[in-house]
């Protein structure tokens, strides 16, 4: 028999409202910080229907832009604090190669950002990774650093840290709405709750739930295909575990970017992702015809009899995740313009899992009035203009 309920607590030092990597780790700082923080899940823990789902992630510290590199170190401090609060592993150091053309802007700056680096020709790269097939002229920059994430068992670890200071995590619970003020309350399907304060970290709902505070973000939901293709020769170098994950920039055959991670999760199949997907509602991604054609995998085909020759050129295995993207591909961590005890971070592009440790803490920051500890010039939400309605 179920014992008699309790009667719900419903004012908090802070709400936050999604329970993906960047709502958790928000919320774990917090309850570090000893606030009373509830973190509002609007489904079932675990789900795949967000951005956090699934077994890998690739962290590096090479990057173009050097506001995310200069952010990595602490990163990476983070989330070794998180594996010893846990016991657990949660990263798997692989390298990375970032493959490009030499005198490529992206390419420098990603050499730049590493300070000590190390650049492959394609002989090079092919005795040391006989996987990979560069062509003539291209070359590999080498991130040792780099590595991947056990995306599923970090999530895990996160919420458990978060309960374990205190925090309340509830799940299965879908905010309806949110009123503004000194106070803000937020309805629930399950309740009404009350905090001087609100934090937003929904993905690719929050363009949705923003517009309700009068605020008309820039955040486009892609649904990503997310393929994985089996070697020809099981146990080949191309996927095997000493494989380095990679990713390209500039290269013509790959606008948006490819990458890919050594066979983790499926034994003998590597994941080879294209860094793009298709405009989508985050309550609509599955009306997409099954049949449809799938552009973004005919260039992974493409790309893979190229320049992984040991793979098949037909994915083994696709599932699906969401994208939110900002029109620069740059995070959004800041406060609501007109309400300033509300604080959002979103829009990250698909490359935001690695550095969920900092964006909790600068969200954590933001919202408690607290001086960030990195530069937040390129995630302010008033490099949009017109954000605000009208009418607000
Ligand atoms: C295929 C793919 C590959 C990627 N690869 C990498 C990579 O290699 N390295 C890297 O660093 N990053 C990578 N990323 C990006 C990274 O995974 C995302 O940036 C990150 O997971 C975003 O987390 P989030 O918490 O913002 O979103 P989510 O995980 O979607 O969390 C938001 C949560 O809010 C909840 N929510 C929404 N609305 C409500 C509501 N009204 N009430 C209550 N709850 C609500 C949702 O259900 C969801 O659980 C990849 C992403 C994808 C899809
Ligand atoms: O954040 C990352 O490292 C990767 C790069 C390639 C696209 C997916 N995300």
Known sequence: MA?????????YDVIVIGAGIQGSFTAYHLAQRHKDTLLLEQFLLPHSRGSSHGQSRIIRSAYPQEYYSRMMPDSFRLWQQLEAETGTTLYRQTGLVVLGLPGEPELEACRRSLGVDEVLDAAALAQRFPGFRLQAGQ???????????????????????????????????????????????????????????????????TGALVEQLGLHLPLQPLRINVC????????????????????????????????????IEYPGLMKVCHHHG???????????PSSAPHPDVAVLSSFISSYLPGLETQPAVMETCLYTNTPDEDFILDRHPKFSNIVIGAG???????????VGKLLCELSLGEEPSHNMAHFAITRFPGVLAAAQ
């Open 348 to 358: 990250f592009s698909g490359h935001g899992f690695k550095l969920a440790p900092v």
């Open 228 to 263: 994985y293709w089996r070697e020809k020769q099981p146990g080949s170098a191309s996927s095997g575990s000493v494989s380095p994950c990679f990713l390209t920039l500039g290269l013509s055959q790959a606008p948006h970017g490819i990458y890919g991670l050594p066979s």
């Open 278 to 288: 298709s405009p989508t509602d985050p309550e609509k991604r599955d009306q997409a």
């Open 139 to 205: 070359v590999a920059v080498l991130d040792s650093t780099a590595g991947v994430l056990f995306a599923d068992r970090a999530l895990r670890a996160v919420q458990e840290v978060f309960r374990r200071h205190g925090g309340t995590l509830q799940d299965g619970e879908k905010v309806l709405h949110i009123e503004p003020g000194a106070t803000v309350t937020v309805t629930t399907t399950a309740g009404v709750y009350k905090a001087p304060r609100l934090i937003i970290t929904a993905g690719a709902w």
């Open 3 to 11: 014992a008699p309920s309790q009667p719900q607590k419903s004012t």
